[in-house]
């Protein structure tokens, strides 16, 4: 079966430091992958997308960037994290005809 | 045309009533509807799909209405109770397409 994996599952980091968060998926090959940002009691905020190895669309400009080294692998990075940076990311994974599958995501708090 | 409209944005219901959850969507090509169930500091988890098919789909006290020419479809909870209290998300798309979501309804379910 297929399973997500997403750590950490909480970090606090100063203003101005980097950021990696990592996802990984189990179970399936060349999935479609996601990273999501959601504000307290907000909705779901499209960040990044990949279809493919090094393959990154980019829905909202910002702070942050993702790559995709490997096909079950997907990176969120930051050379410099802002304060508005805060927030809790959630990576998904799916294919082209049903629901995405969420990991655990990370609460991010820059201080 | 993307956008997935979601209502109430809180809800709050007795132990034992019916909650009820709306979406109206206005892309006709949509064709699947799914609904996601959020636990504070979890990822979103997929509770019940539908495709536009079949007027309802129920499991257990879960049950979705799908409305094809009004464009709509809602989440019925019935029998709530205080472990229903999360936030639930709709969303949909068209096969290949990225899954559109709701802004989310947080219910709380008074014991």
């Known amino acids: 079966s297929q399973t997500i994996h997403q750590w950490p599952a909480t970090l606090v980091q100063p203003v101005g430091s980097p950021l990696s968060l990592e996802c990984t998926v189990e179970?399936?090959?060349?999935?479609?992958l996601y990273w999501y940002r959601q504000a307290a009691g907000r909705g779901l905020q499209l960040l990044f997308y990949s279809v493919g190895i090094g393959q990154i669309s980019s829905e909202v400009p910002q702070n942050l960037s993702a790559s995709r080294p490997q096909d079950r692998q997907f990176i969120l990075s930051s050379k410099k994290l802002l304060l508005s940076d805060s927030g809790f990311y959630l990576c998904?994974?799916?294919?082209?005809?049903?629901?995405?599958?969420f990991g655990s995501g990370t609460r991010l708090t820059v201080v | 045309q993307q956008q997935v409209k979601q209502s109430p944005q809180s809800l709050i219901v007795q132990k034992g009533g019916i909650s009820i959850i709306n979406c109206a969507y206005e892309n006709t090509a949509f064709d699947y509807f799914p609904w996601y169930q959020q636990f504070p500091g979890k990822g979103p988890a997929l509770l019940i799909a539908i495709r536009p098919d079949v007027s309802e789909k129920k499991e257990g006290r879960f049950t979705i209405s799908f409305n094809k020419s009004a464009k709509q479809f809602s989440l019925h909870i019935m029998d709530s109770q205080p472990g229903d209290s999360a936030t639930y998300f709709c969303?949909?798309?068209?096969?290949?397409?990225?899954?559109?979501f709701g802004e989310g309804t947080q219910l709380t379910v008074n014991p």
């Open positions: 998904a994974w799916g294919d082209n005809n049903y629901g995405y599958t």
């Open positions: 179970g399936t090959s060349n999935p479609n």
């Open positions: 969303a949909a798309r068209t096969s290949g397409s990225r899954l559109t």
